[in-house]
């Protein structure tokens, strides 16, 4: 049986639609049928729309956009400056072999189109070893140790540089799929935080995180870089992804096109009604953080964890020298 293809036009600007007709995108859950030209304003119009609905920033204080090459982060950065935010960015640089090599040239690039010079911060030269090499010597998983890394910069740079908010780059499929692997498995401890928005601590100096791409899915946020040749590096991290989180990512893109709008309507009535009932569950938080005594940088201990890292690399290259001079 052959499907007879309809022809859509843009519902916005039906006449000018037939120049169109080739990329005419469906915005399933709005029953939209949009060209390029008014698929770019739909998509601004929506970021827009969340930055303000879960007042994540105004136009006024400065955002720093964690960078990390891929299409999402690139496209933020690109889009607030474009809607007129003050987004500056920033790039670790995790030492991953070539793949790191070309995040980071990739963020130059969008900088250039931009105008602007993003912070950029090689762990290699400030640990002393790479996310890889660290993970050989802490004998631990590279995902666990890498997160707990990019975190502390991501803080410690917009402390120095003066930043109160943190954007990054989390979109629809990411923020769904682990809703549902949280829900599945009542991980309240998540729930309590599952929110496009976590609070800052001024008190120990951590800055607001905002995730300003929350409703945007992944294949929208992918089209809206090729309308708009942002530059981005599609090469995944050969250290692995989380493998748990791509299967309920992928049970929400099977269930999509039977309900249409059932992943942005499953994650929005979430954060917009219940996760309040989780969030009263919360009990006052028992670790208190203190400040780092090398780094100053909040801490549950004395020491924190990346100046652990840098004083256990320290030994592992002092014994490595050693083993070497009596060779
Ligand atoms: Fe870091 Fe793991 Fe992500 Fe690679 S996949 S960048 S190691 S968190
Ligand atoms: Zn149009
Ligand atoms: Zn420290």
Redesign the pocket.
């Known amino acids: 049986m052959t499907e007879k293809k309809k022809i859509r036009y843009c519902t916005e600007c039906k006449r000018e639609a037939m120049k169109f007709i080739p990329s005419v995108v469906t915005i399933g859950e709005f029953g939209l049928y949009l060209c390029e030209k008014h698929f770019i304003e739909w998509f601004e119009h929506w970021v827009e729309k969340t930055i303000e609905e879960f007042h994540m920033f105004d136009r006024d204080g400065p955002v720093l956009v964690a960078l990390?090459g891929g299409k999402d982060s690139m496209v933020l950065w690109y889009v607030l400056n474009k809607l007129g935010y003050k987004a500056e960015g920033f790039h670790l640089n995790?030492g991953?072999g070539e793949t790191s090599e070309q995040a980071q040239q990739k963020v130059l690039e969008l900088g250039q189109i931009i105008g602007k010079e993003p912070f950029i911060i090689n762990i290699t030269k400030e640990i002393g070893a790479s996310?890889p090499d660290i993970a050989k010597i802490f004998l631990s998983p590279?995902?666990s140790i890498?997160?707990r890394i990019?975190r502390y910069f991501f803080n410690r740079i917009a402390r120095l540089q003066g930043f109160k908010v943190v954007a990054t780059g989390h979109n629809l499929d990411d923020e769904a799929g682990s809703l549902l692997f949280n829900l599945i498995n009542w991980n309240e401890k998540y729930l309590i935080r599952k929110y496009p928005v976590l609070k800052e601590d001024t008190k120990l100096g951590l800055p607001r995180k905002v995730k300003p791409l929350t409703l945007m899915s992944e294949d929208r946020i992918l089209l809206y870089a090729q309308l708009n040749n942002i530059p981005f590096s599609s090469e995944p991290?050969p250290?692995?992804?989380d493998a748990k989180l791509h299967i309920y990512k992928d049970i929400l893109n099977r269930v999509e096109p039977r309900t249409k709008g059932v992943k942005r309507n499953f994650y929005l009535r979430f954060i917009r009604k219940y996760q309040r009932l989780f969030q009263s569950l919360a009990v006052e938080k028992q670790t208190t953080m203190q400040k780092c005594q090398i780094c100053d940088e909040p801490s549950p201990s004395q020491v924190c964890l990346v100046c652990k890292i840098k004083l256990a690399v320290q030994d592992a290259r002092q014994k490595e020298d050693k083993n070497d001079t009596h060779h």
């Open positions: 990390s995790l991953i996310i590279a995902c890498c997160g990019k991290c250290l692995g992804q």
